[in-house]
């Protein structure tokens, strides 16, 4: 070491023995830190504060590892927003094209090259192509995921071209993530390694995880839980859990009386590993719930019209399979579509699939058309004849992994090919899972049977609250579907199990190494919940507030059921008060079909 670097740390750590500053000395090596700097950092990190005094305590070992451990996940957070920085390199640049000559501008004869969609887009502007058709006369205002090139590439990704390394990385990202939340919700200074022996309680975060030998066993049971830690937190060690028979349960919401877990759920306990080769939880922190949206705040969006919002809309819900497994005739649907061109809502939003590839009859083969023009048939050409007679509607589309109209079959999936609907501009195609808003009403949907799944793998440990959240007005906390919602939101995932189970992989066809794409929120503007909340499953359908969403489960189209959902003017209030989310049954036994084979072109 520099003699001069030694002169200094001496200087500035003279109170300290010579162990501790050997570490100091080691730290500003490694990490190229001045002594003054790192003692800057440590005092900020034993800085505690109280409504009577505030002191700074002393630097032991501990606060040394806690600081390495902030500075490595610091440079990890930095490197990876360096890499993603240079994919994005080529598109930063802004050039006014104007002020080039004619002769040196070769593409100025190219004026769609420059028509470039933003991120934020208003539903006025989207369709403004289709005001000389005298349809532009929407009355909602409807905001999407961006559609600019570099947001498109990146959602149509390769699938099946996964790395080990990707992937770890991925749910080690996902723990570290987690790991920060916990940290400064709780003012936790260090986390402890569940592997490692103490014999003092630690506080441990991780992933829930299958015992090897219990994997093929339908669900969680006591003494088949493992958990397993990040590599920068406990080197990735995964050890058996033992949850005691009084374990407390401290932060979760009044009334629930425990804890669900499932593989892949992230979970923060506190307890100990006495050396019997297994960690015992006495303590589950809960995960704190996401805070709501700016629209439940009260807070308005400057980048919005002042004026949208101030009309009542309506907007109908309906999720595939949209034809019952007897035949193609798409009879559910075609009895749908008979009220939606009497009502005309405002918002049809269709979940699919909508040629579905677990269709027995397709499975089978037993079909004179195509696909593709069956698709066309029973969804293009109705949507466009509605929206002809309904020029104040939209159309939103969100595909499924089942959907053979599809050209990607892996979740998180990218948005169905414009070329399929001729870019029709009233209709939307969205990927799966989406997050977007109409009216500033906050919506997330996905596709995935993430309920059922979850219902599935989910295993309950009862315990005693401790300093509870208090229940939202209409929030049901004993209710077990508005809980399975409530895994949702508080993972800030649509689909937090991992691995998906065996039997139901292929519903979902998880791609790990892009799983950023199935949070539910991201590090830029969107970091809040969604007001509502649409999972379409296979279990009874319902509409339910968790937290301050109301989700909204109306099962599928071919069992008869759909979603309507009113939403008033923004001077009704808060989200929820503006909202009316209701289940429909529909009578299809009347309708008459013509063939799949008749209707296709």
Not at 410 to 428: M, Y
Request: aromatic share 6%; with cysteine.
């Amino acid at each position: 070491m520099d003699k001069s670097l030694q002169d200094e740390i001496y200087r500035v750590f003279k109170e300290l023995d010579d162990k501790l500053i050997a570490e100091c000395a080691s730290i500003c090596q490694m990490y190229v830190i001045e002594p003054e700097d790192l003692l800057f950092k440590l005092e900020a990190l034993n800085y505690k504060s109280s409504s009577t005094r505030s002191e700074i305590s002393p630097i032991t070992m501990d606060t040394l590892n806690a600081l390495k451990t902030q500075i490595q996940q610091g440079l990890a957070k930095e490197n990876a927003a360096k890499a993603q920085t240079k994919t994005r390199g080529l598109a930063t640049a802004q050039v006014d094209r104007s002020r080039i000559p004619a002769h040196m501008n070769r593409s100025m004869a190219k004026p769609v090259a420059q028509a470039v969609q933003v991120k934020r887009e208003h539903f006025g502007e989207a369709s403004s192509a289709s005001s000389n058709n005298g349809i532009n006369t929407s009355k909602v205002t409807f905001v999407g995921p961006s559609m600019d090139l570099y947001a498109t590439k990146k959602r149509a990704y390769r699938y099946m071209y996964e790395k080990i390394s990707e992937r770890s990385e991925t749910l080690d990202q996902t723990i570290d993530d987690f790991a920060d939340l916990i940290r400064a919700h709780y003012n936790i200074s260090e986390f402890g390694d569940p592997s490692a022996a103490t014999d003092e309680e630690v506080t441990i975060i991780g992933r829930i995880t299958h015992d090897a030998e219990s994997a093929s066993m339908s669900k969680l049971v006591e003494g088949a839980i493992t958990i397993e830690s990040s590599r920068m937190l406990s080197s990735g060690a995964r050890i058996p859990l033992i949850l005691d028979p009084t374990i407390k349960i401290r932060g979760s919401v009044r009334g629930i009386g425990g804890v669900g877990i499932y593989p892949g759920a992230i979970v923060a306990l506190k307890g100990k590993n006495g050396g019997g080769g297994y960690f015992l939880a006495t303590e589950v922190l809960g995960i704190p719930p996401l805070k709501s949206s700016p629209a439940a705040q009260g807070i308005i969006d400057p980048k919005l019209d002042p004026m949208a919002s101030q009309n009542p809309a309506s907007m109908f819900v309906a999720c595939g399979p949209f034809t019952t497994d007897a035949d193609t005739g798409y009879k559910p649907w075609r009895a749908l579509l008979q009220q939606i061109k009497v009502q005309k809502p405002d918002v049809l939003l269709l979940i699919g699939p909508f040629v579905d590839a677990a269709h027995p009859k397709i499975k089978a083969g037993d079909l004179d058309v195509s696909p593709a023009n069956l698709f066309r048939a029973h969804f293009v050409d109705p949507l466009k004849a509605f929206l002809s007679v309904s020029p104040g509607s939209i159309v939103l589309l969100i595909p499924s992994v089942r959907d053979l109209t599809s050209n990607h079959a892996a979740f998180p999936q990218p948005e169905l090919d414009a070329s399929i609907l001729q870019s029709h501009p009233r209709i939307h195609l969205l990927p799966n899972p989406a997050r977007f808003t109409i009216n500033d009403i906050a919506f997330a949907a996905t596709s995935v049977d993430s309920l059922f799944h979850l219902r599935k793998e989910e295993y309950f440990k009862r315990g005693i609250e401790v300093e509870p959240l208090p229940a939202e007005v209409d929030d049901l906390p004993n209710d077990t579907m508005a809980n399975l919602c409530r895994h949702l939101l508080l993972q800030r995932s649509f689909y937090p199990i991992f691995p998906p189970p065996l039997d139901l992989s292929s519903e979902i066809n998880l791609d790990v190494s892009h799983f950023d794409a199935v949070r539910m929120v991201d590090d830029g503007d969107m970091d809040y919940a969604p007001d509502v909340l649409i999972l379409p499953s296979r279990l009874k359908q319902f509409a339910k507030v968790v937290h301050s969403t109301t989700t909204l489960n109306s099962s599928f189209l071919s069992k008869g059921t759909y979603g309507t959902i009113a939403l008033a003017p923004r001077s009704a209030g808060l989200p929820k008060n503006r909202l009316k989310v209701e289940v429909t049954r529909i009578e299809v036994t009347r309708i008459e079909v013509p063939s799949a084979a008749a209707t296709a072109p």
